[in-house]
Protein backbone atom coordinates (compact mmCIF):
# COMPACT_ATOMS: atom_id res chain seq x y z
CA UNK A 1 0.00 0.00 0.00
CA UNK A 2 0.70 3.76 -0.20
CA UNK A 3 3.34 4.84 2.69
CA UNK A 4 4.29 8.37 3.01
CA UNK A 5 7.72 9.22 5.57
CA UNK A 6 8.31 11.60 7.45
CA UNK A 7 11.62 12.95 8.81
CA UNK A 8 12.27 13.98 11.39
CA UNK A 9 10.07 12.17 14.02
CA UNK A 10 11.20 14.28 16.70
CA UNK A 11 13.36 17.19 16.57
CA UNK A 12 14.17 19.75 19.47
CA UNK A 13 15.69 23.41 18.81
CA UNK A 14 16.79 26.54 19.87
CA UNK A 15 14.80 29.43 19.40
CA UNK A 16 15.41 31.60 16.14
CA UNK A 17 16.90 28.92 14.50
CA UNK A 18 14.98 27.13 11.67
CA UNK A 19 14.04 23.21 11.17
CA UNK A 20 13.37 21.57 8.20
CA UNK A 21 10.81 18.60 8.33
CA UNK A 22 10.62 15.95 4.89
CA UNK A 23 8.04 14.65 3.95
CA UNK A 24 7.95 11.62 1.27
CA UNK A 25 6.07 9.29 -0.95
CA UNK A 26 7.60 6.34 -1.11
CA UNK A 27 5.91 3.95 -3.46
CA UNK A 28 3.63 6.73 -5.44
CA UNK A 29 4.11 9.93 -6.90
CA UNK A 30 2.31 12.68 -4.97
CA UNK A 31 1.18 15.32 -7.16
CA UNK A 32 -0.42 17.06 -4.04
CA UNK A 33 0.37 16.90 -0.28
CA UNK A 34 -0.76 18.74 2.65
CA UNK A 35 0.56 19.90 5.78
CA UNK A 36 -1.45 19.53 9.25
CA UNK A 37 -0.56 21.06 12.52
CA UNK A 38 -1.70 19.11 15.73
CA UNK A 39 -1.55 20.93 19.23
CA UNK A 40 -2.09 18.12 22.11
CA UNK A 41 -5.17 16.87 22.16
CA UNK A 42 -6.66 18.44 19.60
CA UNK A 43 -7.67 18.25 15.90
CA UNK A 44 -5.79 18.15 12.96
CA UNK A 45 -5.56 22.02 11.44
CA UNK A 46 -4.49 22.59 7.63
CA UNK A 47 -1.73 24.47 7.60
CA UNK A 48 -1.28 24.45 3.51
CA UNK A 49 -1.25 22.72 0.51
CA UNK A 50 1.26 21.50 -1.48
CA UNK A 51 1.25 21.15 -5.35
CA UNK A 52 4.38 20.31 -6.88
CA UNK A 53 6.14 22.39 -9.48
CA UNK A 54 4.06 25.52 -7.89
CA UNK A 55 3.69 27.44 -4.96
CA UNK A 56 1.98 26.49 -1.68
CA UNK A 57 -1.98 27.45 -0.74
CA UNK A 58 -1.57 28.67 2.35
CA UNK A 59 -4.94 28.33 5.30
CA UNK A 60 -6.01 31.85 6.67
CA UNK A 61 -4.02 32.79 9.34
CA UNK A 62 -0.83 30.85 8.58
CA UNK A 63 2.10 32.84 7.99
CA UNK A 64 3.63 32.02 4.49
CA UNK A 65 7.11 33.86 5.36
CA UNK A 66 7.68 31.94 8.80
CA UNK A 67 6.08 28.25 7.12
CA UNK A 68 7.88 27.92 4.08
CA UNK A 69 7.44 24.75 2.07
CA UNK A 70 8.86 23.39 -1.35
CA UNK A 71 7.33 20.83 -3.52
CA UNK A 72 10.37 20.43 -5.65
CA UNK A 73 9.41 16.42 -6.77
CA UNK A 74 6.74 13.95 -6.74
CA UNK A 75 7.40 12.47 -4.13
CA UNK A 76 9.58 15.07 -1.95
CA UNK A 77 7.39 17.82 -0.02
CA UNK A 78 9.11 20.23 3.12
CA UNK A 79 8.23 22.05 5.76
CA UNK A 80 10.93 24.68 7.30
CA UNK A 81 9.94 26.48 10.47
CA UNK A 82 11.94 29.65 10.40
CA UNK A 83 13.16 31.72 13.22
CA UNK A 84 11.04 28.98 15.83
CA UNK A 85 9.89 30.07 18.68
CA UNK A 86 8.41 28.27 21.33
CA UNK A 87 4.78 28.45 20.55
CA UNK A 88 5.76 26.91 17.32
CA UNK A 89 6.27 23.43 19.45
CA UNK A 90 3.73 21.35 17.62
CA UNK A 91 2.97 17.79 16.05
CA UNK A 92 3.34 18.35 12.30
CA UNK A 93 1.82 16.04 9.80
CA UNK A 94 2.14 15.53 6.16
CA UNK A 95 -0.63 13.48 4.27
CA UNK A 96 -0.54 12.69 0.63
CA UNK A 97 -2.37 11.09 -2.40
CA UNK A 98 -1.98 8.50 -4.61
CA UNK A 99 -2.36 10.37 -8.54
CA UNK A 100 -4.36 13.69 -9.26
CA UNK A 101 -7.55 13.71 -8.05
CA UNK A 102 -7.38 10.97 -5.96
CA UNK A 103 -9.74 11.16 -2.54
CA UNK A 104 -7.77 9.03 0.09
CA UNK A 105 -5.04 10.67 1.79
CA UNK A 106 -2.04 8.62 3.43
CA UNK A 107 -0.89 10.42 6.33
CA UNK A 108 2.98 10.42 7.52
CA UNK A 109 3.60 9.37 11.27
CA UNK A 110 4.20 12.95 12.26
CA UNK A 111 7.09 15.19 13.62
CA UNK A 112 6.80 16.47 17.03
CA UNK A 113 9.27 20.19 16.88
CA UNK A 114 10.02 21.01 20.34
CA UNK A 115 11.39 25.14 20.75
CA UNK A 116 13.44 25.49 23.65
CA UNK B 1 -17.01 26.41 3.81
CA UNK B 2 -16.65 23.18 5.29
CA UNK B 3 -17.38 21.90 9.45
CA UNK B 4 -17.35 19.47 11.18
CA UNK B 5 -18.62 18.78 14.76
CA UNK B 6 -18.02 16.19 16.61
CA UNK B 7 -19.90 16.43 20.28
CA UNK B 8 -18.42 13.60 22.60
CA UNK B 9 -15.10 14.13 23.48
CA UNK B 10 -14.63 10.93 25.00
CA UNK B 11 -16.44 8.19 25.19
CA UNK B 12 -15.89 4.69 26.52
CA UNK B 13 -17.33 1.31 25.86
CA UNK B 14 -17.16 -2.43 27.47
CA UNK B 15 -14.64 -5.04 25.28
CA UNK B 16 -17.02 -7.35 22.56
CA UNK B 17 -19.93 -4.24 22.78
CA UNK B 18 -20.73 -1.91 20.36
CA UNK B 19 -20.41 2.22 20.56
CA UNK B 20 -21.58 4.86 18.21
CA UNK B 21 -19.68 7.89 17.76
CA UNK B 22 -21.09 11.14 16.11
CA UNK B 23 -20.41 13.66 13.83
CA UNK B 24 -22.16 16.10 12.17
CA UNK B 25 -21.44 18.12 9.29
CA UNK B 26 -22.04 21.33 7.20
CA UNK B 27 -20.79 21.75 3.69
CA UNK B 28 -21.85 24.35 0.92
CA UNK B 29 -20.61 21.07 -1.94
CA UNK B 30 -22.91 19.34 -3.57
CA UNK B 31 -20.58 16.33 -4.15
CA UNK B 32 -18.05 15.35 -1.13
CA UNK B 33 -16.60 12.56 0.77
CA UNK B 34 -17.12 11.79 4.22
CA UNK B 35 -14.36 9.84 5.96
CA UNK B 36 -13.58 8.32 9.43
CA UNK B 37 -9.85 8.44 10.88
CA UNK B 38 -8.34 6.69 13.76
CA UNK B 39 -5.88 8.06 15.47
CA UNK B 40 -4.11 5.72 18.37
CA UNK B 41 -1.49 6.67 20.56
CA UNK B 42 1.41 6.49 18.31
CA UNK B 43 -0.47 9.36 15.91
CA UNK B 44 -0.18 8.01 13.02
CA UNK B 45 -3.69 8.37 11.25
CA UNK B 46 -5.64 5.37 9.83
CA UNK B 47 -8.26 5.34 7.58
CA UNK B 48 -11.44 3.82 9.32
CA UNK B 49 -13.69 3.90 6.40
CA UNK B 50 -15.50 6.38 3.68
CA UNK B 51 -18.52 7.24 2.43
CA UNK B 52 -19.09 9.07 -0.65
CA UNK B 53 -22.33 11.52 -0.53
CA UNK B 54 -23.80 10.48 -3.65
CA UNK B 55 -24.20 7.19 -2.75
CA UNK B 56 -27.48 6.25 -0.10
CA UNK B 57 -26.02 3.03 0.69
CA UNK B 58 -23.99 3.20 4.11
CA UNK B 59 -20.43 1.89 4.24
CA UNK B 60 -19.17 -0.96 5.78
CA UNK B 61 -16.06 -2.12 6.88
CA UNK B 62 -15.80 -5.49 9.05
CA UNK B 63 -16.77 -4.61 12.66
CA UNK B 64 -17.10 -0.69 11.27
CA UNK B 65 -20.26 0.57 10.12
CA UNK B 66 -21.90 4.36 9.30
CA UNK B 67 -25.13 5.70 9.48
CA UNK B 68 -25.10 8.30 6.59
CA UNK B 69 -28.16 11.07 6.64
CA UNK B 70 -27.64 13.38 4.34
CA UNK B 71 -30.77 15.68 4.78
CA UNK B 72 -29.20 15.82 8.07
CA UNK B 73 -26.26 15.79 7.77
CA UNK B 74 -25.07 13.36 10.17
CA UNK B 75 -22.37 10.70 9.87
CA UNK B 76 -21.95 8.37 12.67
CA UNK B 77 -19.50 5.65 13.19
CA UNK B 78 -20.74 2.15 14.75
CA UNK B 79 -17.85 -0.48 16.18
CA UNK B 80 -18.99 -3.60 17.17
CA UNK B 81 -17.56 -6.06 19.04
CA UNK B 82 -14.92 -3.64 20.21
CA UNK B 83 -11.47 -4.29 20.62
CA UNK B 84 -8.79 -3.30 22.61
CA UNK B 85 -7.14 -2.00 20.17
CA UNK B 86 -9.50 0.15 18.86
CA UNK B 87 -8.86 2.58 21.84
CA UNK B 88 -7.79 5.74 19.76
CA UNK B 89 -8.85 9.21 19.02
CA UNK B 90 -11.50 9.17 16.39
CA UNK B 91 -11.68 11.71 13.68
CA UNK B 92 -14.35 12.82 11.16
CA UNK B 93 -13.87 14.22 8.37
CA UNK B 94 -14.86 15.43 5.15
CA UNK B 95 -13.51 16.37 1.64
CA UNK B 96 -14.90 18.47 -1.55
CA UNK B 97 -15.48 16.33 -4.25
CA UNK B 98 -13.54 16.36 -7.61
CA UNK B 99 -10.88 18.05 -9.34
CA UNK B 100 -7.49 18.16 -8.16
CA UNK B 101 -6.95 16.44 -4.60
CA UNK B 102 -8.96 18.12 -2.31
CA UNK B 103 -8.02 18.77 1.45
CA UNK B 104 -9.90 17.01 4.79
CA UNK B 105 -11.59 18.96 7.04
CA UNK B 106 -11.08 17.38 10.38
CA UNK B 107 -13.87 17.98 13.54
CA UNK B 108 -12.51 17.95 16.80
CA UNK B 109 -12.52 14.57 17.79
CA UNK B 110 -13.59 11.86 20.06
CA UNK B 111 -11.38 9.31 22.27
CA UNK B 112 -12.59 6.42 22.73
CA UNK B 113 -11.89 4.48 25.44
CA UNK B 114 -12.12 0.41 25.57
CA UNK B 115 -12.32 -1.56 28.74
CA UNK B 116 -11.66 -4.76 28.87
Not at chain 2, 26 to 48: A, C, G, H, N
Request: proline share 3%; with cysteine.
Amino acid sequence: GAVVSQHPSWVICKSGTSVKIECRSLDFQATTMFWYRQFPKQSLMLMATSNEGSKATYEQGVEKDKFLINHASLTLSTLTVTSAHPEDSSFYICSAAQGAGANVLTFGAGSRLTVL
Amino acid sequence: AQTVTQSQPEMSVQEAETVTLSCTYDTSESDYYLFWYKQPPSRQMILVIRQEAYKQQNATENRFSVNFQKAAKSFSLKISDSQLGDAAMYFCATQRYGGATNKLIFGTGTLLAVQP
